[in-house]
């Protein structure tokens, strides 16, 4: 399978404990996405990476959330101090950017997170 | 700030029946209008662009300006159409693509036999 994925697939966590998921783009794309998805929403946009920098990140995005991609590869999303509101499915997606109309973002399964 | 509104949580029809998915979006800028569908236990995945003006599974997306709309039409429904079916808003302006998408809430499809 040479598309997105994420890893894990499920995690459950216990309130205050760290989590941290992982992201493989798909081979040679140098933008990674990483949204939210609550039950009953959309998809909401968190942060992303052109190769290794940190472009834009959303106000979603509260200090106890970090994410890296140090080698321009895959990437990490941490969430430090987890809280019953962080319980949600991160999505990760990647592109071959810039490439203006053309972009298409290709999502991995996700990771559903549950804290308790 | 961009906004994606789709009105209809849940969309019922039988199959053969057009089906129309409605989705408004508020941006004062030019944006780029996509439309995702999620099948039953997989992920996410592009269906269709505005810029391509193109058909895909008998699915079509105009783009009208003037009512902010970009609504998904299919004239004759099929059962494997049923999904989750998002509407998507990037910015797109002086020739630089602003990449993340801004959703709606989402509108599940179903086609009854």
């Known amino acids: ?116 | 700030a961009q906004r994606v509104t789709q009105p209809e949580k849940l969309l019922s029809v039988f199959k053969g029946a057009p089906v129309e998915l409605k989705c408004n979006y508020s941006y004062s800028g030019s944006p780029e209008l996509f439309w995702y569908v999620q099948y039953s236990r997989q992920r996410l995945q592009l269906l269709l662009r505005h810029i391509s003006r193109e058909s895909i599974k008998g699915f079509t997306a105009d783009l009208n300006k003037g009512e902010t709309s970009f609504h998904l039409k299919k004239p004759f429904a099929q059962e494997e159409d049923s999904a989750m079916y998002y509407c998507a808003l990037r910015k797109y302006a002086g020739g630089t693509s602003y990449g993340k998408l801004t959703f709606g809430q989402g509108t599940i499809l179903t086609v009854h036999p």
């Open chain 1, 1 to 116: 399978d040479t598309g997105v994925s994420q890893d894990p697939r499920h995690k459950i966590t216990k309130r205050g404990q760290n989590v941290t998921f992982r992201c493989d783009p798909i081979s040679e794309h140098n933008r990674l996405y990483w949204y939210r998805q609550t039950l009953g929403q959309g998809p909401e946009f968190l942060t992303y990476f052109q190769n290794e920098a940190q472009l834009e990140k959303s106000r979603l995005l509260s200090d106890r959330f970090s994410a890296e991609r140090p080698k321009g590869s895959f990437s990490t999303l941490e969430i430090q101090r987890t809280e019953q509101g962080d319980s949600a499915m991160y999505l990760c997606a990647s592109s071959l950017g810039d490439r203006g109309l053309a972009e298409t973002q290709y999502f991995g399964p996700g990771t559903r997170l549950l804290v308790l």
